[in-house]
């Protein structure tokens, strides 16, 4: 019913950015939260960040101050800005659209991301 669609993802020296984006396809209700999650190799799927319908964000506390999450309502998409990037953030990332209403996720198939050096 709901599909969401990755991409941005790609490889990056240490320091740079990169903008990863999500659209959400199908049907989507106004309420809802949108997340970003990331699992390296041999790793738990971890918390990024995330952003309610409203605006209000989380994130992670290893990212708080380099990675910005927003989203465009209109578009139903969520992006996620990193600057300052650093080997650690290495993963596979996975956008989520959540209904808290009637506990309902929905994931994305990933996007690669690796900081080199």
């Known amino acids: 019913q709901v599909q969401l669609v990755e991409s941005g993802g790609g490889l990056v020296q240490a320091g740079g950015s990169l903008r990863l984006s999500c659209a959400a396809s199908?049907?989507?209700?106004?309420?809802?939260?949108m997340c970003w999650y990331r699992q390296a190799p041999g790793k738990q799927r971890e918390f990024v960040a995330e952003i309610i319908s409203g605006g209000s964000t989380n994130y992670a506390d290893s990212v708080k101050d380099r990675f910005t999450i927003s989203r465009d309502n209109a578009k139903n998409t969520v992006y996620l800005q990193m600057n300052s990037l650093k080997p650690e953030d290495t993963a596979v990332y996975y956008c989520?659209?959540?209904?808290?209403?009637?506990?309902?996720?929905?994931w994305g198939q990933g996007t690669q991301v690796t900081v080199s050096s």
């Open positions: 199908g049907t989507i209700f106004s309420l809802n939260t």
């Open positions: 989520k659209l959540y209904y808290g209403w009637r506990d309902t996720s929905y």
